[in-house]
């Protein structure tokens, strides 16, 4: 028997899957009409076109809004904003990779298998000691696996040395990544931050230009961190620097990785410690200076021993005076040490500092110690000519040809 409940639903309509109004000139129409404004709601669309086929033929009939509607949705002519001016190529290209390449969320499996770095501009602005206002920007990195967030920091700025600052911090809260993802900003591709990722065995990896989404575990977290934490200090008058990194510390550490993550149902310090742990104890604090730097090649200057890094003269110890080409490691913003490394190991010889011209004028020098093997002996050579000048005349002489010119007569 026929069921009943079947018998008395709705019926599929006699036109489902077909269209009787649309028709390939009208879809020519709307795709023309589409590729030369793409910013364009479906409505304006719809109302758009049924001008132009009003000025074409009356008599034809004119497409809803549904149906207009519906042929742009399963052609993907969704509504795109409206292009920037003075729009780059990059801009343009990172658009066109958006629309014609797939979108994937990724998850890596192991904790500290990949870290998200990233800088943040708060929304509400803080006062320093002399009255002068700013708007502070967060550094924050967070752990790919578990959400963790291992270290936050309030800077005033978004340079190299805020950048380093932070995340030396938070390697040696959590140990050495595997890889570290970032954006292409000015700090993040500056020589002594890839550098240091290189030395301590980080594979960084960068976003395509002009595409946020692929660091989006990071853009989900300042959501979270405005709509809790900026919002329960918007009363607070007036704000520090101070307290605001005092307040950031406390909710992340007993509010943010202790709560349940919606993404991975559990909170990020749980899945921490219940996830394999794949991240490398981190060097002390001095090597770390020291392995965030850039490394040049500087000519020592024979008159006083000195090298010049970015216009400041540093002392080379005296059993380094014998090498003319030295190879040097120095940060850009630190001007107070720098050190010298080998070239061939990469690794560190000793630490050098600025000339202390106020103590050289005391007028005291030390005797330069010389080894025994560099000690010249007393004896000199007994001929008046040297040996390369002896043996040229004697070759010469043995051609038997006389002199190759003509006396004067002047002796």
Same mark, same amino acid.
């Given at each position: 028997?026929?069921?009943?409940?079947?018998?008395?639903?709705?019926?599929?309509?006699?036109?489902?899957?077909?269209?009787?109004?649309?028709?390939?000139?009208?879809?020519?129409?709307?795709?023309?009409?589409?590729?030369?404004?793409?910013?364009?709601?479906?409505?304006?669309?719809?109302?758009?076109?049924?001008?132009?086929?009003?000025?074409?033929?009356?008599?034809?009939?004119?497409?809803?809004?549904?149906?207009?509607?519906?042929?742009?949705?399963?052609?993907?002519?969704?509504?795109?904003?409206?292009?920037?001016?003075?729009?780059?190529?990059?801009?343009?290209?990172?658009?066109?990779?958006?629309?014609?390449?797939?979108?994937?969320?990724?998850?890596?499996?192991?904790?500290?298998?990949?870290?998200?770095?990233?800088?943040?501009?708060?929304?509400?602005?803080?006062?320093?000691?002399?009255?002068?206002?700013?708007?502070?920007?967060?550094?924050?990195?967070?752990?790919?696996?578990?959400?963790?967030?291992?270290?936050?920091?309030?800077?005033?700025?978004?340079?190299?040395?805020?950048?380093?600052?932070?995340?030396?911090?938070?390697?040696?809260?959590?140990?050495?990544?595997?890889?570290?993802?970032?954006?292409?900003?000015?700090?993040?591709?500056?020589?002594?931050?890839?550098?240091?990722?290189?030395?301590?065995?980080?594979?960084?990896?960068?976003?395509?230009?002009?595409?946020?989404?692929?660091?989006?575990?990071?853009?989900?977290?300042?959501?979270?961190?405005?709509? +809790?934490?900026?919002?329960?200090?918007?009363?607070?008058?007036? %704000?520090?620097? !101070?307290? @605001?990194?005092? =307040?950031?510390? *406390?909710?992340?550490?007993?509010?943010?990785?202790?709560?349940?993550?919606?993404?991975?149902?559990?909170?990020?310090?749980?899945?921490?410690?219940?996830?394999?742990?794949?991240?490398?104890?981190?060097?002390?604090?001095?090597?770390?200076?020291?392995?965030?730097?850039?490394?040049?090649?500087?000519?020592?200057?024979?008159?006083?021993?000195?090298?010049?890094?970015?216009?400041?003269?540093?002392?080379?110890?005296?059993?380094?005076?014998?090498?003319?080409?030295?190879?040097?490691?120095?940060?850009?913003?630190?001007?107070?040490?720098?050190?010298?490394?080998?070239?061939?190991?990469?690794?560190?010889?000793?630490?050098?500092?600025?000339?202390?011209?106020?103590?050289?004028?005391?007028?005291? +020098?030390?005797?330069?110690?010389?080894?025994?093997?560099?000690? %010249?002996?007393? !004896?000199? @050579?007994?001929? =008046?000519?040297? *040996?390369?000048?002896?043996?040229?005349?004697?070759?010469?002489?043995?051609?038997?040809?006389?002199?190759?010119?003509?006396?004067?007569?002047?002796?």
């Amino acid at each position: 028997a026929q069921d009943p409940i079947i018998a008395l639903g709705r019926k599929v309509r006699s036109d489902y899957g077909g269209s009787i109004v649309f028709t390939p000139e009208f879809i020519r129409m709307l795709g023309r009409q589409y590729r030369t404004y793409q910013a364009w709601s479906c409505k304006l669309h719809a109302d758009n076109l049924a001008a132009e086929i009003q000025e074409k033929n009356d008599a034809v009939p004119i497409p809803s809004y549904a149906s207009v509607r519906r042929r742009m949705v399963e052609r993907g002519w969704n509504k795109k904003t409206s292009p920037k001016k003075n729009q780059t190529a990059g801009m343009e290209a990172a658009a066109q990779r958006f629309e014609s390449h797939e979108i994937r969320g990724y998850e890596t499996e192991y904790v500290h298998s990949l870290w998200h770095l990233d800088f943040h501009v708060c929304s509400l602005r803080v006062v320093d000691a002399d009255g002068h206002w700013h708007t502070p920007k967060a550094l924050c990195i967070l752990d790919d696996h578990s959400r963790l967030c291992c270290h936050i920091q309030w800077y005033l700025g978004e340079t190299t040395q805020d950048l380093i600052h932070g995340l030396t911090q938070a390697f040696f809260k959590r140990g050495l990544p595997r890889s570290l993802m970032t954006d292409n900003g000015a700090a993040m591709t500056s020589h002594e931050f890839c550098n240091g990722l290189k030395k301590s065995g980080i594979l960084h990896e960068t976003t395509l230009p002009y595409s946020p989404y692929q660091n989006g575990k990071q853009e989900a977290f300042w959501g979270t961190l405005e709509g +809790r934490l900026m919002a329960m200090l918007t009363r607070v008058d007036p %704000l520090t620097l !101070e307290y @605001l990194n005092q =307040s950031s510390q *406390a909710w992340i550490e007993m509010e943010y990785n202790k709560t349940k993550h919606s993404d991975i149902g559990t909170s990020p310090v749980q899945r921490m410690i219940e996830s394999k742990d794949v991240s490398r104890p981190a060097s002390d604090e001095e090597q770390m200076r020291f392995i965030f730097t850039v490394c040049e090649s500087r000519k020592q200057r024979k008159s006083d021993g000195t090298v010049s890094i970015n216009g400041v003269r540093f002392e080379i110890p005296s059993r380094f005076h014998h090498i003319t080409q030295l190879y040097v490691c120095f940060a850009n913003w630190d001007k107070s040490m720098a050190w010298l490394m080998d070239q061939r190991t990469g690794k560190k010889i000793t630490s050098i500092y600025p000339q202390d011209k106020i103590k050289n004028a005391s007028g005291k +020098r030390k005797i330069r110690s010389r080894p025994e093997h560099t000690v %010249l002996p007393n !004896e000199t @050579l007994k001929e =008046s000519e040297p *040996a390369l000048l002896r043996k040229l005349m004697a070759e010469y002489a043995q051609n038997g040809m006389p002199p190759a010119y003509l006396p004067k007569g002047e002796s």
